[in-house]
C-alpha cells in the first residue's frame, strides 16, 4: 500500500503525524520537507532574541528522533517540484514518490513589499531566516520594522527587550489594526515607546539607501528613518502555486472543505497554506483542531472540523494582549468594558451577544473567562 504523503514538517505536518500515530500504529506514513525537519515552535521567534537564543537552541525535536519516535519515513531537504494527480506521485528533488493520499502542510510566504534603493530586507518565517537574521543583529545597534500588526509588535518587543533602537513603520493608523479596536491597539504605543519603540504610523517605507553601517529609509511623507537593519513583517500569503499547477481550486490558499479535503479527493491541506471553508486560519490553535480532525478522516472515520472560539494572544511582555478578532464585516460594535491599567473591550451583535473581545495589560489574564461569556 502506497503511503500517507505529508509535505511540510511545520506545526501543520508534524501535528498531523502525531495525531495519525495516536489513531493508527501501522499506517504508512512519508513526511517530505524541504528544509531540515527539526521540529521548533514557531512562535518562539519572535520572543527569542531577548532571551539570546541562537536557532539551535529553539530545534525541540530532531527530525530523525521525530521520524524514529512517530515511525515514518522521512525525506528532508527535498523539495516538492509537481504533483502528478493522475498517477498520484510527486516529482521531487530526491525522485519520484507514490502516494494514496496527499497531506499539503506548505505554509506560507512572508510578503513581499518594494522597496526601492539598496537594502537587503530581511523576514522571520522559519528557523534558517531566524539564524540569518541573528547573524545579522550581531553587531548592530538598530532595526527598522515594516509593519506595526501582530508579528511587527511581537519583534518590536522582543527586539527592544533585547537593546535595539527599534523604529516601526506601518501605513494603518495604530498598531494591529486588523485585529484590534483602535482604543486597545492604542494601548500599546505607550509601554513598547518606554522600551525605546519609535512609531511611525500612517506611512509606508518607500526606499532605503545604505548610509556607511545602516540605511536611511524615506517613507511616502518624505521622512526618513536611520537603521541598521531592516526587518520585513507585512503579512504571509498562503503557498498555493503548487497546487494551482496541479490543477487544484485555489482560492487565497489551497481550499478544503470541513474535511480537509481539496478539490481532488485523494489531497487535503492545513495550517497557513489551507483555506477553510473560505477562512485562513494562520494561528496554532486552528491548526490543532484540523489536524485532530483530519487525522480521523485519513483514518477512515466519518469526521468534521469544527472551530470553537479561539482567542489570539499577542507575545508583547511589555503589554499583554488577548483578542477575539472579529470578522470586518461583522454585525455589532465594540464597547469599552473596563479601563485600569489596560483596557477590557467587548464586542457585541445586534442581539446583545458578546462574539468577540480585546483584552489589554491587566485584563489580559482574563481570556478564558472571556471565552466562556462568549460561548454562553
Ligand atoms: C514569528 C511568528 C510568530 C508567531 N506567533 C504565533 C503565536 O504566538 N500564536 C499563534 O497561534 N500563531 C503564531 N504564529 C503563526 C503560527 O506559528 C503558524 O500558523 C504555524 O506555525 C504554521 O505552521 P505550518 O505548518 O502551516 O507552516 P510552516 O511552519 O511554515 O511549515 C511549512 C513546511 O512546508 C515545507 N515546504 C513548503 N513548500 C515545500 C515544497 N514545495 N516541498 C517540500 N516542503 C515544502 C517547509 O519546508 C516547512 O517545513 C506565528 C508566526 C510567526 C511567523
Redo the contacts with the bound molecule.
Keep these: 500500500m502506497n503511503p500517507i504523503v505529508v509535505?511540510?514538517?511545520?506545526?501543520?505536518?508534524?501535528t498531523l503525524v502525531r495525531e495519525l500515530r495516536k489513531l493508527n500504529g501501522d499506517i504508512p506514513i512519508t513526511l517530505?520537507?524541504?528544509?531540515s525537519?527539526d521540529y521548533y515552535?514557531?512562535?518562539t521567534?519572535?520572543n527569542a532574541f531577548a532571551q539570546k537564543k541562537e536557532a539551535a537552541n529553539l530545534v525541540l525535536t530532531s527530525a530523525r528522533a521525530m521520524a524514529e519516535q512517530q515511525k515514518f519515513t522521512l525525506l528532508s531537504n527535498?523539495?516538492?517540484?509537481a504533483i502528478r494527480r493522475d498517477d498520484k506521485q510527486l516529482d521531487?528533488t530526491s525522485g519520484a514518490i507514490e502516494y494514496e493520499n496527499l497531506v499539503l502542510?506548505?505554509?506560507?510566504d512572508p510578503i513581499r513589499i518594494p522597496l526601492q534603493g539598496d537594502a537587503e530586507v530581511f523576514s522571520?518565517?522559519?528557523l534558517s531566516d531566524y539564524a540569518r537574521f541573528r547573524d545579522k543583529l550581531n553587531g548592530a545597534k538598530s532595526v527598522a520594522i515594516m509593519g506595526g500588526g501582530?508579528?511587527g509588535c511581537?519583534?518590536a518587543n522582543d527586539l527592544a527587550l533585547a537593546g535595539y533602537k527599534v523604529s516601526v513603520i506601518d501605513p494603518g493608523p495604530y498598531p494591529i489594526a486588523s485585529l484590534l479596536p483602535e482604543q486597545a491597539g492604542r494601548r500599546l504605543m505607550e509601554p513598547l515607546k518606554d522600551l525605546g519603540v519609535t512609531w511611525h504610523f500612517g506611512k509606508a517605507a518607500e526606499r532605503a539607501d545604505a548610509t556607511g553601517q545602516g540605511y536611511t529609509l524615506t517613507l511616502t511623507d518624505q521622512s526618513t528613518v536611520s537603521a541598521d537593519i531592516v526587518l520585513s513583517a507585512v503579512g504571509?500569503r498562503p503557498?498555493t502555486q503548487?497546487a494551482k499547477d496541479a490543477g487544484l481550486s485555489v482560492s487565497r490558499g489551497i481550499s478544503v472543505d470541513e474535511r480537509l479535503q481539496s478539490s481532488d479527493k485523494s489531497i487535503f491541506a492545513?495550517?497557513?497554506?489551507a483555506e477553510i471553508n473560505g477562512r485562513t486560519m494562520?494561528?496554532?490553535?486552528p491548526?490543532m483542531h484540523a489536524a485532530r480532525a483530519l487525522a480521523k478522516v485519513l483514518s477512515g472515520e466519518v469526521a468534521k472540523v469544527t472551530f470553537p472560539y479561539m482567542p489570539?494572544?499577542?507575545?508583547t511582555p511589555a503589554h499583554p494582549i488577548a483578542v477575539l478578532p472579529v470578522g470586518r464585516d461583522a454585525a455589532g460594535s465594540w464597547k469599552v468594558l473596563e479601563e485600569g491599567q489596560g483596557i477590557k473591550m467587548g464586542f457585541f451583535n445586534p442581539e446583545g451577544g458578546m462574539t468577540g473581545f480585546a483584552l489589554t495589560g491587566e485584563y489580559a489574564k482574563e481570556r478564558s473567562e472571556m471565552t466562556a461569556r462568549c460561548t454562553a
Design positions: 509535505l511540510g514538517s511545520g506545526l501543520a505536518g508534524y517530505v520537507t524541504r528544509d525537519g515552535s514557531k512562535p521567534l519572535s527535498t523539495e516538492v517540484r521531487t502542510a506548505i505554509g506560507a522571520v518565517n522559519d501582530l508579528i511581537e519583534f504571509l503557498r503548487l492545513l495550517g497557513d497554506c494562520p494561528y496554532v490553535l491548526i489570539v494572544v499577542v507575545k
